[in-house]
């Protein structure tokens, strides 16, 4: 709402306020206290991809292949959200895209009539942070037609996507506590930002199980599984960072906007690689 309308509608009318129907559409469009919001927004996902795959005559099962994907994505808020006029906070555009190369293989191969094992390897080239490489081992074995063991071993990552590469800052009046005790108001302006530089999130895992039928239609399993991620894609705690500036830490009163008159006027809260 423009407070500069509201107040017009207010006072200059204040018969239609304090009368009849004051909050219908019609006087409120009328007076310019309400208007119609339009967002935009869209994805696009091109993708070329060609394969391979089968089983020769040891029972050796085989697949490769290789891919071409483009993937791009905008957001246009309201021209009154993008200026800061509006009930919500201010809110800039997203618009960017990227594109990845890939190849891979895997394999499985019966060892023996109870013990499998599989290997499976692929690269990505993206056109954001350059080449990963990852792949994955498993193995299965049957004691008895009843009871099988699995373990697989793999590493993955997350590429960022368009909105926490190139999304738009986006405002929030977050409710915060101010270590300084300026504040009179606990709502403070966090402006929510992107990072175009971010890394993709790695992980390691492991995971190990048994399969038991115990009678036909009837199973269990029972696992055990560990993943360790690095560069893991987040922001850090606006609470935390404003403690951490109250406590002389320099670096983290970069993210802090304050007043000539020493009250806190915004913070920052960027997209990082953490862990």
Same mark, same amino acid.
Do not use: C, H
């Given at each position: 709402i423009h407070a500069g309308n509201m107040e017009k509608s207010i006072y200059n009318h204040q018969d239609a306020w304090f009368s009849g129907d004051p909050m219908s559409n019609d006087f409120l469009a009328s007076e310019g206290v309400m208007y119609t919001e339009q967002n935009e927004g869209g994805n696009e996902q091109f993708i070329l991809a060609a394969g391979y795959s089968g089983v020769n005559e040891h029972d050796i099962g085989y697949a490769v292949g290789v891919e071409s994907r483009f993937e791009s994505g905008f957001y246009t808020p309201d021209l009154i959200t993008q200026a800061g006029e509006s009930t919500a906070a201010q809110?800039?555009?997203? !618009?960017?895209? /990227?594109?990845?190369? *890939?190849? /891979? $293989? !895997?394999?499985?191969?019966?060892?023996?009539?109870?013990?499998?094992? !599989?290997?499976?390897?692929?690269?990505?080239?993206? *056109?954001?942070?350059?080449?990963?490489?990852?792949?994955?081992? $498993?193995?299965? /074995?049957?004691?008895?037609?009843?009871?099988?063991?699995?373990?697989?071993a793999a590493t993955g990552f997350r590429a960022p996507s368009v909105s926490e590469l190139y999304g738009g800052n986006s405002g929030s009046f977050d409710y915060l506590t101010d270590p300084w005790g300026n504040e009179q108001d606990s709502q403070i302006l966090v402006n929510y930002t992107s990072d175009a530089d971010l890394k993709p999130e790695e992980s390691e895992s492991f995971t190990a199980g048994v399969v038991w039928e115990i009678a036909d239609g009837l199973s269990t399993t029972m696992d055990y599984w560990q993943f360790d991620i690095t560069n893991a894609i987040s922001r850090v705690n606006v609470q935390n960072e404003m403690n951490k500036c109250f406590a002389d830490d320099l670096a983290a009163c970069e993210t802090i906007g304050i007043t000539p008159d020493g009250d806190l006027s915004e913070m920052t809260s960027t997209l990082t690689n953490i862990g």
């Open positions: 809110q800039d555009p997203t !618009e960017g895209n /990227y594109s990845v190369q *890939s190849i /891979y $293989g !895997e394999i499985s191969v019966p060892v023996t009539d109870s013990f499998t094992v !599989e290997a499976a390897t692929r690269y990505d080239n993206y *056109s954001t942070f350059g080449g990963a490489a990852t792949w994955k081992l $498993g193995a299965t /074995y049957s004691i008895t037609d009843g009871l099988m063991f699995r373990a697989v």
